[in-house]
């Protein structure tokens, strides 16, 4: 199992600049990648090919970037012009994000994500392999070819309920986890893309994990914590719905606390379940925590 870092959305003057110090420390560190939000700060791709150019070897990934703002061909276009700045080294993450955002503050239509993200799919990996895409969807239409470079990067859904996990696992790369536990993990999401995998004759697919981890001496506190800066993951449904079937009350439930003992074990029931990349967010307790990361690479 790869472990990679969950980068924070840098404030401040020169945020690009502070990305790509946060950027350079994980690679020196020896982590395998390093992935960055889309919310509503930086625009992820736009900051992951500026910064991330700078800094060699490291993956840098995209965890993830909204589909219904951007119309498939744009965001082909755009993650293969970042992937050519990278030198092939993005990993695009992408995902259906939430009603009360994309209803709500966008304005478009949420009544049909399953179907929205196929025919997003239908049009983004062949215009990602650099193939023409002809599709005429119920939701999306292209008719296009580009001629942009940087062809071949991997493309990951945020996929949670049975539908998503068939679709990540029968025509993409794999999918990325946020607020998932262990148990789900085990139990729901990698024998749901696993079987969408074999069943449609790929390879296996990446099951990238991010939680937030802390190392410490007071897990109590540490759990209380993360229920307080993660409070609104406990609010939106999808994240509910994992939260809920893994028993968990709050995201605090699910953050990777304890000592150095306790949160190797808890990392390694992640690899036993078959997740390939696990991903720290690093929420607090960071000089302990990253010092005890640092010591999973050798």
Same mark, same amino acid.
């Given at each position: 199992?790869?472990?990679?870092l969950? %980068?924070n ?21 020896g982590?395998a ?5 889309h919310?509503f700060g930086?625009?992820a791709?736009?900051?992951?090919a500026?910064?991330?150019s700078?800094?060699p070897?490291?993956e840098?990934?995209t965890?993830?970037v909204?589909?219904y703002p951007r119309h498939p061909?744009?965001l082909?276009?755009q993650?293969l ?6 030198g092939?080294?993005l &990993?695009?993450?992408i995902?259906?994000s939430?009603?009360?955002?994309i209803?709500?503050?966008f ?9 929205h993200m196929?025919?997003?799919l239908?049009i983004?990996l062949?215009?990602a392999?650099g193939?023409k895409a002809?599709v $005429?969807?119920?939701?999306l239409?292209?008719?296009?070819? *580009?001629? $942009?470079?940087g062809t071949?990067l991997?493309v %990951?859904?945020? =996929? %949670?309920?049975?539908?998503m *996990?068939?679709?990540?696992?029968a025509?993409?790369?794999?999918t #990325? *986890?946020w ?6 993990v085990a ?5 749901a ?5 074999s069943?449609?004759g ?5 099951v990238?994990?991010? %939680?937030?981890v802390?190392?410490?001496?007071d897990p &109590? ?8 800066v993660f409070s609104v993951?406990?609010?939106l449904?999808s994240?509910?719905?994992?939260l809920?079937?893994? @028993?968990a &009350?709050?995201? @605090?439930d699910? =953050?990777?606390? @304890?000592?150095e003992e306790a949160?190797r074990a808890?990392?390694?029931a992640?690899?036993?379940?078959g997740v390939t990349?696990f #991903?720290?967010?690093?929420?607090s307790g960071?000089e302990?925590?990253?010092?005890f990361l640092? @010591?999973?690479?050798?």
């Amino acid at each position: 199992m790869r472990v990679g870092l969950f %980068l924070n959305d840098p404030q401040g003057p020169d945020p690009i600049g502070g990305l790509r110090e946060t950027i350079a420390r994980a690679a020196d560190d020896g982590f395998a990648s390093a992935w960055l939000s889309h919310i509503f700060g930086l625009d992820a791709l736009t900051a992951l090919a500026v910064a991330g150019s700078q800094v060699p070897g490291i993956e840098l990934g995209t965890a993830v970037v909204p589909t219904y703002p951007r119309h498939p061909a744009a965001l082909a276009q755009q993650a293969l012009t970042t992937n050519t700045a990278l030198g092939g080294r993005l &990993a695009l993450g992408i995902g259906l994000s939430h009603q009360i955002v994309i209803e709500h503050m966008f304005g478009y239509d949420f009544s049909r994500p399953a179907r929205h993200m196929k025919e997003y799919l239908d049009i983004l990996l062949p215009l990602a392999r650099g193939e023409k895409a002809e599709v $005429t969807g119920e939701t999306l239409k292209a008719n296009i070819q *580009l001629s $942009t470079p940087g062809t071949g990067l991997p493309v %990951l859904i945020a =996929a %949670l309920a049975p539908r998503m *996990l068939a679709l990540a696992g029968a025509v993409a790369d794999g999918t #990325v *986890l946020w607020m998932t536990g262990p148990r789900t993990v085990a139990e729901h999401v990698v024998p749901a893309i696993t079987a969408a995998a074999s069943g449609a004759g790929r390879p296996a697919p990446r099951v990238v994990c991010a %939680l937030p981890v802390c190392v410490t001496d007071d897990p &109590a506190a540490a759990k209380a914590r993360a229920a307080e800066v993660f409070s609104v993951y406990g609010e939106l449904p999808s994240y509910r719905a994992m939260l809920d079937k893994e @028993g968990a &009350a709050t995201p @605090g439930d699910v =953050a990777i606390v @304890g000592d150095e003992e306790a949160v190797r074990a808890q990392i390694d029931a992640l690899a036993k379940a078959g997740v390939t990349d696990f #991903v720290a967010a690093e929420f607090s307790g960071r000089e302990r925590t990253r010092t005890f990361l640092k @010591g999973l690479l050798g």
